[in-house]
């Protein structure tokens, strides 16, 4: 028997192209509220489903922090990039929840652009 559950770190919707410089523009809004801004700056990479935040130091290279999987326009779930395993790991959101805002996911990712 099958049993069909939902993975929130499984699927998405695939972001259309018309729609990367908008949540580029969401990002680097929220970015400038930011404490850390602009000694630390994001790069955002979009492929598929995924939007990545990257964020690099004093024109460095980019360093992973994050990657978000798109469901809907306000709906992200989100993996934390672990550079203990280089790898991105599922992670919920500051409220408990598996899905979030563009906005929470950079708050969250942020914890290494803070002292």
Request: proline fraction near 4%.
């Amino acid at each position: 028997m099958k049993v069909w559950c939902f993975d929130p770190q499984a699927g998405g919707v695939k972001i259309s192209p018309d729609k990367f410089q908008s949540i580029v523009d969401q990002a680097v809004a929220h970015e400038r509220e930011q404490a850390w801004y602009p000694k630390f700056k994001l790069k955002i990479r979009f492929k598929g489903q995924f939007c990545y935040l990257d964020a690099f130091e004093n024109g460095e290279e980019a360093s992973p922090i994050g990657r978000l999987r798109h469901f809907a326009d306000k709906r992200w779930s989100l993996a934390f990039y672990a550079y203990s395993t280089m790898s991105y790991q599922p992670c919920v959101f500051s409220n408990g929840e598996w899905f979030g805002t563009l906005e929470d996911a950079i708050d969250i990712c942020s914890v290494y652009l803070t002292n």
